[in-house]
């Protein structure tokens, strides 16, 4: 299973992509879920603008070096869990 991910250059926030992603395993008391809906806002540039001073880059690690995942808020399901 493959998931698509947002991505952004970290020294060009206006530069995107969206790339497709294998989600890592399942550990006991961890949960998957599918996004139905996020929002982007001026709180997301901030996210990106202090991504390394704040440490937000390590959170959601990319594969490529100087592309970033900027948290979000929205809405998800949960699809998967295990307990």
């Known amino acids: ?3 698509p991910v947002l991505e952004v ?5 206006g530069t995107a992509r969206v790339v497709d992603d294998e989600p890592a395993r399942l550990e006991d ?3 998957r879920f599918a996004v139905e ?5 001026a709180n997301n540039v901030t996210y990106g603008l202090l991504g390394d001073d ?3 880059w390590t959170f959601f690690p990319t594969l490529e070096e ?3 995942r ?5 809405f998800a399901a949960a699809i998967e869990s295990r307990s």
């Open 29 to 31: 008391g961890q949960a």
């Open 70 to 74: 900027v948290p979000a808020w929205g």
């Open 1 to 3: 299973m493959v998931a």
């Open 54 to 56: 704040l440490r937000y």
């Open 66 to 68: 100087g592309w970033g």
């Open 37 to 41: 809906r996020f929002g982007l806002t």
């Open 9 to 13: 250059r970290r020294d060009d926030l």
